[in-house]
């Protein structure tokens, strides 16, 4: 609950720190090799609507980046950004002696990077009772709200394409696992190459995640960024805002719910009261808002 409102408050600019997570995550998308809009433009995003599990296979035929530091088959994304908080799990699946060293780079929905996740963030695991070796790592995404989707790009390297894994010996796992005496023998080395297979597990919730993805709802006077359309992908317009000022009633009302909303530690609801209340015309429940979280 207290790194959520943390996290929420940042948003809003009225604190200084993140939690520790999002605060990494945020700092290392300006660590992110830079890619142009036009080489984003050009890629072909496949929407993925949780729940949801996709396997992707990177070969040689399909999307591709060589800029820069980004070589080899890359697999683009786009979610929805109005379903809750996202968790996507990714795994990228070792074959035989090779592996593709996933790194992911997440925009919001004006194609800006928000965070970015290194290969080194999806850690080397051991195969279990029905997964293989491989690298995974978990995401857990909340887009701010006013946004319709956002997008997800996996790449590859070329500082990590002169790296390998060191993997565990099948034998040695087995006697591990079963409590026998672990063979003193060699453990395997996969070597990471330009393409590979990858699974994304994608789920949402209603719970707020570790990183916040765009910006929060602008105020009632700021003018609306206006989406980067990727593709044929039509983001639908941001709903309009009252003209006319919300009646005393309806203020306390929705200023009351917002504050219990809060208390009970229910902050997307507590969110979403709050877009609906200034889409009506309110004038103190983005207040009200901030005031609560800070207590």
């Known amino acids: 609950m207290k ?26 998308a300006a660590k992110a090799p830079a890619i142009s809009s036009q080489t984003l433009r050009q890629l072909s995003w496949t929407p993925l609507v949780p729940p ?42 070792v074959s035989g002696k090779t592996v593709y060293a996933p790194n992911v780079l997440v925009l919001d929905e004006q ?10 963030y999806f850690p080397y695991e051991q195969p279990g009772i029905v997964s293989s ?41 087995y006697a591990s696992g079963v409590g026998n005496a672990v063979p003193d023998i060699p453990d395997p080395v996969a070597r990471h ?14 719970k707020s995640g570790n990183v916040m993805i765009g910006q929060f709802l602008p105020s009632s006077g700021a003018p609306a960024a206006a989406p980067v359309v990727v593709g044929s992908t039509q983001p639908a317009a941001a709903p309009a805002k009252s003209a006319e000022p919300m009646l005393d009633d309806s203020e306390a009302y929705f200023n009351a719910s917002i504050k219990k909303a809060v208390r ?10 709050l877009d609906e209340a200034e ?11 901030i005031d609560s979280v800070k207590r």
């Open 3 to 28: 790194k959520t409102l943390l996290s929420l408050c940042l948003s809003l600019s009225l604190l200084a720190a993140l939690p520790d997570a999002a605060f990494a995550a945020q700092q290392d």
């Open 52 to 93: 949801v599990t996709q396997e992707v296979k990177l070969g040689a035929t399909g999307s591709q980046i060589n800029q820069g530091e980004i070589q080899g088959a890359v697999a683009a994304f786009s979610l929805p950004a109005d379903r809750g908080s996202l968790e996507i799990v990714l795994t990228s699946v």
């Open 111 to 120: 194609m800006r990077p928000a965070a970015f996740y290194p290969a080194s």
């Open 133 to 173: 070796d491989r690298l995974e790592g978990t995401l857990k995404l909340t887009p701010a709200l006013g946004q319709k989707q956002i997008y997800v790009l996996v790449y590859t390297t070329r500082q990590d394409l002169g790296k390998s894994t060191q993997m565990v010996n099948p034998a040695k796992a």
């Open 193 to 206: 190459t330009p393409t590979g297979t990858l699974s994304l597990k994608v789920t949402a919730e209603q």
């Open 264 to 273: 009970a530690g229910d902050v997307d609801k507590a969110l979403k009261l």
């Open 279 to 289: 889409r009506l015309g309110s004038k103190t429940a983005r207040q009200t808002f």
